[in-house]
T-cell receptor, first 112, second 112 residues
């Protein structure tokens, strides 16, 4: 079945460091791919998405590129801030499905 | 746009009791989803409504769980004869298209 594998956390970085959170997936067909972020005490917020191969999703300085050949959708940010501390979830939705399939999440802590 | 709201935000109950959660989706959204999130894991799909019709149910949704969406507006999720294993965050999401889901803040259930 469909699945998402995320880099295990927690990840701790200093402010202004470069961030990469790895995400790979297994799915039939050509799924849409998403990154969601969950701040403490809040619900999930869509961070960015990509719907086809080689698409790049971007938002708030975060980027991820849909790589069909490596079945990956790694999240990157050039310079993290303390306010980026949160849990990040990679997710997919195959074209025929209604629901999202999520990875287990990666906790990011950014220290000043 | 007030976002997806859920009520209550927290519920503590004793094993064997029934509980009911409510979700109010974004007003123009005709699709509504329920997910369950346990500690340290990503959300797992429970069920999906399009308007008032419940079109899909996960195998996670045992016969103790029932969901409704009368008149295609708000939705309720009821758990009968709660068990300690039901302790989790219950998330509701809504969408207008199938690609972008907007999540509520969740209801945290603790079964003692």
């Amino acid at each position: 079945g469909d699945s998402v594998t995320q880099m295990e956390g927690p990840v701790t970085l200093s402010e202004e460091a470069f961030l990469t959170i790895n995400c790979t997936y297994t799915a039939t067909g050509y799924p849409s791919l998403f990154w969601y972020v969950q701040y403490p005490g809040e619900g999930l917020q869509l961070l960015l998405k990509a719907t086809k191969a080689d698409d790049k999703g971007s938002n708030k300085g975060f980027e991820a590129t849909y790589r069909k050949e490596t079945t990956s959708f790694h999240l990157e940010k050039g310079s993290v801030q303390v306010s980026d501390s949160a849990v990040y979830f990679c997710a997919l939705k195959p074209g025929s499905a209604r629901q999202l399939t999520f990875g287990s999440g990666t906790q990011l802590t950014v220290l000043p | 746009d007030t976002g997806v709201s859920q009520d209550p935000r927290h519920k503590i109950t004793k094993r064997g009791q029934n509980v009911t959660f409510r979700c109010d989706p974004i007003s123009e959204h005709n699709r509504l989803y329920w997910y369950r999130q346990t500690l340290g894991q990503g959300p797992e799909f429970l069920t999906y409504f399009q308007n008032e019709a419940q079109l899909e149910k996960s195998r996670l949704l045992s016969d103790r769980f029932s969901a409704e969406r009368p008149k295609g507006s708000f939705s309720t999720l009821e758990i009968q004869r709660t068990e300690q294993g039901d302790s989790a965050m219950y998330l509701c999401a809504s969408s207008f298209t199938t690609n972008e889901q907007f999540f509520g803040p969740g209801t945290r259930l603790t079964v003692l």
